[in-house]
């Protein structure tokens, strides 16, 4: 059943690129809007050797994944400890919903007075932006959980810690794994946006560097290597999140 859901996926990519590709080169779509599909594979080998496009998702890679990292060690403790003390979590649950609903990049200049123009300030707007939906989908998850996971650690005699460790979170997983889809989402969209707008490495950086010179298939090839990032991201969260459920 998963085998062929990846191949219908598979199918309706090649389906779409096809279509793209009859349309640009059947005059209904301009090529300086959407150049064909076969123009923008061919900039790749180009990107390559020329415009430092390794360099670049590795630039990206490894911003988004420090990003999201931090925001898994800082967001499950946080959002454990407001699913412990409901008060809290109820008192502030509607301000993390706030921030979280709010547009934070728009403070990137201010996030550039602070740490300058730097990886760092790439890495702390991704971290700032990814934070906030592991603190609540890990709140949410422990909260939601059966009672039963709460009277078996009472059973086994078990400190704070040790229940947490060992029965909360692990029943938590699938919720705080949404979270973490989540802040991978923004996280990536907030660098690669940053990037654009900086002019400061990766990605996103060089999105923006072939559209100034108006290269659209080059600029085009760029964005789909930060599809293909993304996608890689979420296969590698996939696999883990399987992994640790079966352990």
Same mark, same amino acid.
């Given at each position: 059943?998963?085998?062929?859901?990846?191949?219908?996926?598979?199918?309706?990519?090649?389906?779409?690129?096809?279509?793209?590709?009859?349309?640009?080169?059947?005059?209904?779509?301009?090529?300086?809007?959407?150049?064909?599909?076969?123009?923008?594979?061919?900039?790749?080998?180009?990107?390559?050797?020329?415009?430092?496009?390794?360099?670049?998702?590795?630039?990206?890679?490894?911003?988004?994944?420090?990003?999201?990292?931090?925001?898994?060690?800082?967001?499950?403790?946080?959002?454990?400890?407001?699913?412990?003390?409901?008060?809290?979590?109820?008192?502030?649950?509607?301000?993390?919903?706030?921030?979280?609903?709010?547009?934070?990049?728009?403070?990137?200049?201010?996030?550039?007075?602070?740490?300058?123009?730097?990886?760092?300030?790439?890495?702390?707007?991704?971290?700032?932006?990814?934070?906030?939906?592991?603190?609540?989908?890990?709140?949410?998850?422990?909260?939601?959980?059966?009672?039963?996971?709460?009277?078996?650690?009472?059973?086994?005699?078990?400190?704070?810690?040790?229940?947490?460790?060992?029965?909360?979170?692990?029943?938590?997983?699938?919720?705080?794994?949404?979270?973490?889809?989540?802040?991978?989402?923004?996280?990536? =969209?907030?660098?690669?946006?940053?990037?654009?707008?900086?002019?400061?490495?990766?990605?996103?950086?060089?999105?923006?560097?072939?559209?100034?010179?108006?290269? =659209?298939?080059?600029?085009?090839?760029? =964005?789909?290597?930060?599809?293909?990032?993304?996608?890689?991201?979420?296969?590698?969260?996939?696999?883990?999140?399987?992994?640790?459920?079966?352990?």
């Amino acid at each position: 059943m998963r085998l062929s859901g990846s191949w219908a996926s598979l199918g309706l990519l090649v389906v779409a690129t096809a279509a793209l590709e009859a349309l640009s080169r059947g005059g209904w779509v301009s090529t300086f809007v959407m150049p064909p599909p076969s123009e923008t594979l061919a900039a790749i080998p180009g990107l390559f050797l020329h415009e430092g496009l390794g360099y670049a998702t590795w630039v990206t890679f490894q911003t988004t994944l420090l990003a999201t990292t931090l925001a898994l060690l800082v967001g499950v403790p946080a959002g454990a400890l407001l699913a412990r003390h409901r008060r809290f979590g109820q008192a502030y649950e509607p301000w993390l919903e706030a921030a979280f609903s709010a547009p934070i990049i728009l403070l990137y200049p201010l996030f550039l007075i602070f740490f300058g123009r730097s990886l760092v300030t790439i890495v702390v707007m991704g971290f700032v932006v990814g934070v906030i939906p592991v603190i609540i989908k890990t709140r949410e998850g422990i909260v939601n959980l059966r009672p039963v996971f709460h009277n078996l650690a009472l059973s086994l005699h078990m400190s704070d810690v040790q229940s947490l460790i060992k029965i909360i979170l692990p029943a938590a997983l699938p919720s705080i794994f949404v979270g973490l889809r989540l802040a991978l989402i923004y996280a990536m =969209i907030n660098i690669v946006a940053v990037e654009f707008l900086v002019g400061l490495g990766g990605l996103g950086y060089l999105v923006a560097d072939m559209y100034d010179r108006y290269d =659209i298939p080059s600029m085009y090839s760029a =964005i789909v290597f930060v599809v293909v990032l993304s996608s890689a991201f979420f296969l590698v969260i996939e696999r883990s999140e399987a992994w640790l459920r079966s352990a």
